[in-house]
């Protein structure tokens, strides 16, 4: 937690702080002895010049005083959220680069409540530090110092009252301290099930299970809830133990500082000011406690936060003597897979397994294969959002490890599986492909993405997309995140899966039109797909068959010597278009994308 501080705090401010916090204790420890003076040398002895001399001073002291808190809890504040502000940019930072892989391992709801609930928790702790964490042991200190001043015989009450009060502390932190963490990692859970609630609401309201997840919510919210009362309970307690045991110290005081005025021992003025300074023993030691409550769980929060900003990233930029800082001219062996294999940390087996092909420049890889084949995988592989366990991925000569990930990024367009659309506008959104686009390129991507004609139906660049797109199809959003795809001046344009919600007649206009694009025409295309439809018109085809190359050819190769090609197209084409094989497959590809306008039956 410290470590937080030194990093997120400013010296100066906090400076001022803490000078303006010692002005506060010193000025609250000379109020009593004023009020002392005033009641012996004033009142006893009726002198009016003194009472109205010390009463003047005493309200310069509780002025500065007064003044000095304000400053402090300016100062402090302004420290404390301004670490608030500075830590969740940076966690947010972190997160927005972290690596695919380390992203997975925390997954998103964990990252979600460390941005915001840790950081509070931290925000709170350093913003009680600045005022009462050094406050309450100066405080304690400097009282014990002037009530043994007043009266060395009263300090004995404190023998008894300490001891109690310590012990009642102790067993509190003792019982809430192993919840703090399981209160944050509750937290974590009920937003992980809000979160998949929210997200899959409409799947929910499908199946009837809106019992089962209001259920399993309640469950985690009970839980959550039982934990915080538990430790919340237990940290409330320790006030009402307090208050007795303050109560009865006065009591305490107030007998034994009787008996000693009687026995002319000590003056009334000395035992109304040893009242105030064990009422200021006593607070100190409440706000002490208050605060050893607090930093265990600040403690916690700053280790949660601290495991995702000192996250090491698996993938790193290369070392800048070895590092490329441009990708090299992309001709022959543009793209290269040199057995390329990879696994998960935590998976038993690889998802693939020794990949080699070479991708001309201007030529398109299509990649087919049934699910979980790792078709996404190896996509993800070439835009470098993981590293392969083995073998190398080269552009253009080069391994894509010593080209930095910025560099490496410029040259990769990719669209999902899922379309991710941000709120905003079509414009807005194409920008993310291309920031200096202009109005006539975005037509044109949103042209040859088959989506001009709905943008411009419902009202152009400015048309409004909403939170992931919500107010357009799933087709539209394909179409349009694909559109942000091609309007990258990239090298390598990666589609996985992106076709798949599109209709037929879209499908094939949409490749097409990329295929006869002027600006993607000497660019490396991968297009991953289910569809035989989409993928017979690549200059090569990848079958992927867990993790394995199980073939890889032209359409025509394939369909004569690939069996699972060919069980995938029995899969899903139709005798008569299985008897076609071998003829003439592009036309037969025109032919049957035809009678499928036309309403045939076909693919
Ligand atoms: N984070 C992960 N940890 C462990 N295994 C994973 C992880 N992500 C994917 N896998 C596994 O890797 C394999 C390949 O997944 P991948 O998403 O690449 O398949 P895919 O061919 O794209 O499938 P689909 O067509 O269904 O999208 C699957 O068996 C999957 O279970």
Redesign the pocket.
Known sequence: MLNIGRRYLNFWPVFWALFLLIIQVVTNLWLPTITADIINKGIAQSDMTYIWTMGAVMLAVALISWLSAIGNVYFASKQSQGLGKKLRGDLFKKILFMDE?NF?DFGDATLITRTTNDVTQLQNVFQTMLRMMLMAPMMLIGSIFMAWHLSHDLMLVFVVALPVLALAVVINIAIAMPRFRSMQTKIDKINLIFQQGLTGVRVIRAFNRDDYEIEKFDEANRDLTHTSRVVLTTIALLMPIMTVILSFTNIGIVWFGARLISQKMMEVGALVAFLTYATQILMSFMQLSAVAVMVPRAQVSAQRVREVLEKEDKIKDPNPTVAKERLSELSRHALQLEQVSFK????ARE?LTDLSVTVEQGETLAII??????????L?LIARLMDPTSGNIKLGGDDIRLLSQHVLREKVALTQ?KAVLFSGTVRSNLLLGKADATDEEMWEALSLAQAANFVKEQGGLDLVVEQNGANFSGGQRQRLAIARTLIKPAELYLF??SFSALDFATDRKLRQAIAHSQKHQDKIKLI?A?RIATVMTADQIMV?EN?HIAGLGTHEKLAQTCPAYQEIMRSQLSDQDLQKLGVNWRQWENETSTALLKGGQHL
Do not use: M, P
């Open positions: 892989r997975q998960f940390d935590a998976a998802v294969g049934g699910t979980g084949a790792g078709k996404t995988t190896l993800h599986q996985d899966d991953v289910q992927l993790g």
